[in-house]
C-alpha cells in the first residue's frame, strides 16, 4: 500500500464560515398518543427531540465539551501583538489543516476499494495535479509564518508529520527532496506539535477559535 502519491495534499480551500442566520423557534407535536409527551422542536436551521414537561416543550441537546481557560496577562504590547497575530493566523490555516485531515481519511478509505497499485497511482496522478492547479494561488497567499504554523497543525489535525504524511504516500525520496525544499526557506516538513510544550499557546487559540470564542 506504499507510493499512494498526494503531495498536495496542503492545497486545500479555506472553509469558509457559516452565514449568520436568524434563530427562529416552534414546536409541533408528533405524538399523536397524548400519553408520550413527545415532540419534535425545530431551532432554525436545526431540529431537535424535546419533550414536554408541564405544558413547557424543553429541547434535548447535545453540548460538546467546552474549555474555559484563565485570562492571559501580556507582560509586553508587544507580547499582545504577538498573541493577536497567532489569533489570526490560526483562524486562517485551521480550516485548511482540518480539510487536510479529511482529505487524508476519504482518500486512504477510497484507495482501499481500488483493485491494485496500478489504479491507485493513476487515481492519485489525477488528483495531484487537480490540486495544484486548483489550490496553489491560495497556498501561496501564505506568509512563510503561516506555513509554518499549518504544517504542526497538520499534525494537530493527524497525528502525523507533514513529512511523514508525503513518505507515507508517495515515498521516502519525495519525502527528503520536499524537505530540502522546504529548508531552503527554513522550513522544515518534519515539525512536530507539542500542545503541552512549545505550542501550548497554539492549543489554547485552536480550542478557543473551534469553540467560537474568538
Request: hydrophobic share 40%.
Amino acid at each position: 500500500m506504499k507510493r499512494l502519491g498526494i503531495v498536495s495534499l496542503v492545497l486545500i480551500i479555506s472553509l469558509l464560515p457559516p452565514a449568520v442566520k436568524a434563530q427562529e423557534y416552534y414546536a409541533t407535536n408528533i405524538t399523536p398518543d397524548k400519553r408520550a409527551p413527545l415532540s419534535t422542536i425545530y431551532l432554525m436551521p436545526n431540529v431537535y427531540p424535546a419533550v414536554v414537561m408541564e405544558g413547557d416543550t424543553i429541547a434535548c441537546m447535545w453540548l460538546g465539551d467546552f474549555i474555559k481557560y484563565s485570562p492571559l496577562t501580556f507582560r509586553s504590547t508587544k507580547d499582545q501583538i504577538a498573541y493577536l497575530k497567532l489569533v489570526r493566523d490560526v483562524k486562517k490555516t485551521l480550516p485548511y489543516a482540518k480539510e487536510i485531515a479529511r482529505i487524508i481519511t476519504e482518500t486512504y478509505e477510497y484507495m482501499e476499494t481500488l483493485p491494485d497499485d496500478k489504479a491507485r497511482q493513476e487515481h492519485l496522478n489525477k488528483m495531484e495535479k487537480y490540486l495544484k492547479d486548483a489550490y496553489t494561488p491560495k497556498m501561496k497567499k501564505l506568509t512563510k509564518s503561516q506555513g509554518q504554523l499549518l504544517m504542526k497543525l497538520v499534525d494537530r489535525e493527524t497525528n502525523s508529520s507533514s513529512y511523514h504524511i508525503i513518505d507515507a504516500f508517495m515515498g521516502s525520496f519525495k519525502a527528503w527532496s520536499y524537505n530540502l525544499f522546504a529548508g531552503m526557506f527554513g522550513n522544515s516538513l518534519k515539525v512536530r506539535y507539542n500542545p503541552y510544550g512549545e505550542d501550548r499557546i497554539t492549543e489554547r487559540v485552536c480550542v478557543l477559535v473551534e469553540q467560537g470564542v474568538v
